[in-house]
């Protein structure tokens, strides 16, 4: 490892230390480490030759007017359903088991925190493992779905399966929102890690943190950088997983 990125990792270390209300903000980027894809960086989603755009193909009206194209790159893509938890997620299960961090807040829907045994894990944009018939909303697990041929239909009455995640034009789940606000006031170390911070409501969260000391952790620039206490451009594995808690 790099003198520098050692010399922020300990400077890291130091605010981990000291606080005691942690809340770890995140995104796709938290999970490019498990294997599975983010949207923006360069090997990244939007790069990848489809024939729509990802933000297309994961809109409400995609969704109801090609149900079967949205499934073809939703089982592809979006369902990873072997991936496994890396050191990002395992330490700041650690943190929060070590009563020192009170959530994590996240955009990404592969329930990959709570796999590594976080529990107050805020989901802002839903779960691939939660799945209901828009019919007789009826339940159904993310193998059902990986396993349908074309869209996934229920077994009870043929509805059409919706994903209970937030797509593009839908709205956020206001519990949700504002517990995510409520730990974000309260925090005394706001950790920003693997998000572009370009997708909002989402990111606009970030702006109820009251304290001094916020921490970027991604590998690219992010309107926020200027913001941080600490930046550092790194890959959040490597860099969380050097933390002692
Ligand atoms: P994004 O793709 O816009 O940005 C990811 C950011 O993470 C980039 O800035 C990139 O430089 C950085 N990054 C990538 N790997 C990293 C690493 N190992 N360490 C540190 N930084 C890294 O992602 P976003 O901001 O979360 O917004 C995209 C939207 O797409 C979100 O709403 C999310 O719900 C959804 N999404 C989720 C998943 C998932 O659940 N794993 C995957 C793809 C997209």
């Known amino acids: 490892m790099e003198e520098e990125l050692r010399g922020k990792i300990e400077k890291l270390q130091e605010l981990v230390d000291e606080s005691r209300r942690i809340v770890f903000f995140g995104g796709a980027g938290v999970s490019t480490e498990s294997g599975i894809p983010d949207f923006r960086s360069v090997d990244g989603l939007y790069h990848m030759k489809y ?5 297309t193909i994961l809109s409400h009206t995609f969704f109801m007017r090609k149900p079967e194209e949205f499934y073809r790159f939703y089982q592809d893509k979006m369902l990873c359903l072997d991936a496994e938890p890396n050191a990002a997620h395992k330490k700041l299960a650690e943190m929060e088991e070590k009563g020192k961090l009170t959530a994590v807040i996240t955009q990404n829907i592969d ?33 059902y779905i990986k396993a349908a041929a074309g869209k996934p239909v229920c077994d009870a009455c043929g509805g059409l399966i919706k994903p209970d995640v937030v797509l593009y034009e839908e709205g956020l789940d206001q519990s949700i929102l504002s517990e995510s606000v409520r730990c974000i006031a309260e925090a005394d170390l706001l950790i920003i890690g693997g998000t572009s911070l370009a997708v909002y409501p989402a990111a606009g969260l970030i702006d109820y943190f009251n304290g001094e000391n916020i921490v970027v952790i991604n590998k690219s620039p992010t309107p926020r950088d200027k913001f941080a206490k600490l930046l550092i451009p790194g890959k959040i594995g490597e860099v969380l997983g050097a933390i002692t808690v």
């Open 51 to 55: 024939d729509y755009p990802p933000e």
């Open 111 to 143: 329930g990959l925190h709570q796999k590594a045994g976080s529990r107050h894990v805020l989901e802002l944009h839903g779960s691939v493992l939660r799945n209901y018939c828009m019919k007789c909303g009826k339940f159904f697990d993310a193998p």
